[in-house]
């Protein structure tokens, strides 16, 4: 008989189209103190798995991953027991500053919001706000997940 706990998990295909249907992930690194300090972000996901987001260089949270680069992403939805699901990816956070990568990330987050790519164009008009970015990167190394939807109402 499967544990519990394995009969929640989601497969990697499940986890894959949960996270690429939720628009916000919440962010979690550690403050100097080590308080969590946890920031929603938007987000997109490259193909071998990666989470990117973008956010401005001066940011508390850049200067936290400077510090230390673990960190944990959480995506949850549901409202009620029956219906919680959610993905929590563990892994080291890569700061990438390159303005041509930051726009790269943010137009793969532009398009995953909208549901459209930005042109050439509008890609241009956001080099000014790239150029006060950093991408982020976490290849997770460590994922956990749970549906319980797959529960049926048994609890």
Same mark, same amino acid.
């Given at each position: ?5 394995e ?14 249907a939720?628009? /916000? ?19 997109a996901l490259?193909?071998?798995g ?10 508390q949270?850049?200067?936290?991953l ?29 700061l990438?500053?390159? /303005?041509?990568?930051v ?10 919001? /909208? ?8 890609r ?6 790239a150029?006060?970015r ?16 797959k ?5």
């Amino acid at each position: 008989m499967p544990s519990r706990r394995e009969l929640i998990r989601m497969t990697e295909d499940e986890q894959r189209r949960f996270l690429e249907a939720a628009r /916000t992930m919440v962010l979690c690194s550690s403050a100097k103190d080590g308080v969590p300090h946890p920031m929603p972000m938007w987000f997109a996901l490259e193909d071998d798995g990666a989470v990117v987001m973008t956010t401005f260089a001066r940011s508390q949270k850049v200067r936290n991953l400077e510090r230390d680069p673990r960190v944990s992403l959480l995506v949850e939805d549901g409202e009620t027991y029956g219906e919680l699901r959610g993905v929590v990816l563990y892994g080291k956070a890569e700061l990438e500053p390159a /303005t041509d990568r930051v726009l790269d990330v943010l137009a793969r987050v532009s398009a995953k919001s /909208t549901g459209a790519s930005i042109g050439a164009e509008a890609r241009e008009g956001l080099r000014s706000t790239a150029e006060k970015r950093v991408a982020i990167r976490v290849l997770p190394d460590r994922i956990v997940s749970w549906d319980h939807r797959k529960l049926g109402g048994r609890y």
